[in-house]
């Protein structure tokens, strides 16, 4: 059936050809199924036959299919745009819809710069972001991003005015002795530091995700952390940008992931589960007082792609939202989270090679390590996590593992991101099967533990 002309993802494996879905389930043409443990990558919220959004996507165009935004805006879009501001916290007004995580930050980033320039301070052009974190791969999104093995070979085209402050970590980075609050008021500090060595007026915002995703895992922020990175942004006039691409939209049990760390930032992106991956939909909220600004001085901000607040992809996020509300999925994410998390201690808590087990919701990480004791990690060269990937696919099961954890060179984890329409045996069943994947990798080392 496959002609070879498509540049596919890696050119030395062979996809299956994916045929069609149902609730937490995906088959190939081939007949196999395929338990989603991970949302293909924390996208189908939904699972795979949303039938509201589907139809939703169905009526719109057989409304209006595409209608460019310098010249209309539509009812979906605007809509869309209302609840999401109802959902943000209260500074957030107006809503900037594009088609994917990397445009979002993109925007966000360029927002940032131009509001400066509004502004009259100019000189702000640092973006400050944190090793080990990733934030899309468009080039000023990777220029931002902290993961070495995603930068590496395009450093020459990045961007010099981003710079990077350390990741938090504690189970993986914090001292020994030092207690948790210490490590991530240490850590937070590091941004007052790196603001004093650019020199205050130079910096115009500082980007991270609140949940570290891809890159670590799942990884939640220490106590205390982002109270204190609030703090300082605020003292030195430094934008927060809060990259909730993954984490938003319901995945950790609200529907903005900032929520559960009182943060209050001036712009949130997201994507992913916002259309349920009906659609390719991502959106970048902005403060009023950004907003506000570029308008009573340029009034135009200087950015735009042709799909942005594409109707049909607003109508899929409308229908997102409402199915959220009527089926009520936010708490169902916290209850089948705190299954999910059971699940997962009771099964791996005492695994060999299973070093940490952190998240939120439905956004779970297992950290794969070579000792537990001293958290070593494997030797980057067997691929673990690739291999924990492979042998879940061949037991019909989709996990999100990466390798790089540690440093963007050595570490592994699996990231897992089920869809929230999971009935409570299929965290069971994800569970099971991820035991047997980890059997298949681990076999003769388990033996000899
Ligand atoms: N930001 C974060 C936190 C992400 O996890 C991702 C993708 O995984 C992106 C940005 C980029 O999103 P996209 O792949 O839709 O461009």
Redesign the pocket.
Known sequence: MCADHVFPRHMRVDYPVIASGDGPWLFDVDGKKYLDGCGG?AVSCLGHSPKRVIDAVKDQLDKISYAHTSFFTSEPAERLADKLIELAPDNMERVYFVS??????ESAIKLARQYFLEIGQPDRKHIIARKQS????TLG?LSAGGNMWRKAQFEPLLVPSMVHIDPCHYWRFGLDGESEVDYGLRMANQLEEMILQLGTKNVAAFIA?PIV??TMGAVPPAEGYYDRIQAICQRHGVLLIM?E??VGCGRTGKYFASEHYNIKPDMI?I??GIAAGVQPL?AMICSGEIYASIKKGSGFFQHGHTYLGHPAACAAGLAVLEEIETKQLLPRVVELGELLEAALHKKFGQHPFVGDIRGKGLFWGLELVEDRQTKIPFDPKLGIAMQAKKAAFERGLMIYPMGGTVDGKSGDHILLAPPFIYENEHIDLLVDLLAIALDDVFGDRLGSK
């Open positions: 990558a994917g995580g990397s445009e979002a930050t990733y934030h899309g791969n999104a995700e995703g891809a990259d691409v993954m992106c994507a992913k991502a």
